[in-house]
């Protein structure tokens, strides 16, 4: 089901706002949110326009307890250019459609919100027509979020693009970034926790100070919202026509699905209570980046100049994470 929706929303002409494979597409997540059994958000239709062009949806996965703090779970379905845009971002929608449809079986506490959201490519990027910044604003304001988790670019195997470390390092491939662990003390344990049960992936917590807002994540995080971000990153075939179906490894989204499944499990019966001034949870990041990382963490640091060839403190996280976005041009 995973790939059949994936290859349905990654029409040849894409899905830019205001072009035809946009209508098409809206039209086939309505069909999906209502085969699915979701409940519609509002006014008993799952579609929420705004300013004519553009339109967000959400249905409402019920929950046993009505007082539990709900999830939010989401992710943008416009594309960036007319190509198939298959990781960004057909597969994160698609991965939703399939967890909802568990989740719908399963009878879960807290209330799922699920929403796909609009106009998350440019021009629209950070601007008031943002879908899940219109969403947030419109539809949220008397929410309180057990936590948000935005999906974008999932499908692609990561690639650092240079030779000699994608061969050394054991299993890059599989490298999974996680941001917003820091927004609330709840969620290192619970990343960390669905980490362990998921063989197979490699997953980075980093904090969302060190690349800044990317995707729909923005709005919560301003917000005040307790979120997640997924995401494999930048890959190179994103933004080009040559982002289809065939550069998604459908083997490591399913690995994801069961992460993501693990980790709303846990949230699930985590408590959420109110939020309080934490400890700096550099020990986990770090402890995370050497589990993802293996034998080669010593070397990588020490061609980065790194001469104690060891991650300490926030501060060797703050030097590090500087020389490895340099290097990568963000």
Excluded at 221 to 232: D, E, M, N, T
Excluded at 238 to 256: A, C, G
């Amino acid at each position: 089901m995973i790939r059949r929706d994936t290859e349905k929303l990654s029409l040849p002409q894409g899905r830019r706002v205001s072009q035809p494979g946009h209508e098409i597409v809206l039209l086939y997540l309505k069909k999906r949110m209502k085969e699915i059994g979701l409940i519609p958000f509002k006014n008993n239709n799952f579609c929420l326009p705004y300013n004519d062009q553009f339109t967000n949806l959400a249905g409402i996965i019920p929950g046993e307890n009505s007082s539990a703090l709900p999830i939010l779970i989401g992710a943008h379905y416009d594309s960036a250019i007319d190509a198939p845009c298959a990781d960004d971002n057909a597969i994160s929608v698609a991965l939703i459609l399939s967890i909802s449809e568990i989740l719908m079986k399963k009878s879960p506490e807290r209330k799922i919100i699920v929403v796909f959201f609009d106009a998350e490519e440019k021009p629209n990027f950070l601007t008031e027509n943002m879908g899940s910044t219109r969403f947030c604003n419109d539809h949220c304001s008397d929410i309180d979020f057990a936590c948000v988790v935005i999906l974008d670019m999932i499908g692609h195997d990561f690639q650092v693009g240079i030779p000699i470390v994608d061969f050394f390092i054991p299993g890059i491939r599989q490298l999974l970034f996680i941001l917003g662990s820091e927004s609330h003390q709840e969620l290192p344990g619970i990343v960390s926790l669905a980490s362990a049960e998921t063989d197979g992936l490699r997953v980075i917590p980093t904090q969302t100070r060190y690349i800044g807002d990317r995707s729909d994540y923005h709005a919560f995080r301003k917000a005040g919202q307790p979120y997640l971000f997924i995401s494999k990153g930048w890959g190179k075939h994103s933004h080009k026509p040559e982002d289809t179906v065939d550069w998604i490894n459908f083997s490591t989204v399913e690995l994801i699905q069961k992460l993501l499944l693990d980790m709303l499990k846990l949230m699930d019966k985590a408590s959420f209570q109110k939020r309080i001034a934490s400890d700096d949870p550099f020990l986990y990041e770090i402890r995370m980046m050497k589990k993802a990382i293996g034998w080669p963490m010593p070397l990588i640091l020490g061609c980065l100049g790194f001469h104690k060839l060891a991650l300490r403190s926030r501060k060797d996280i703050n030097s590090l994470m500087s020389k490895v976005l340099k290097l990568a041009k963000f």
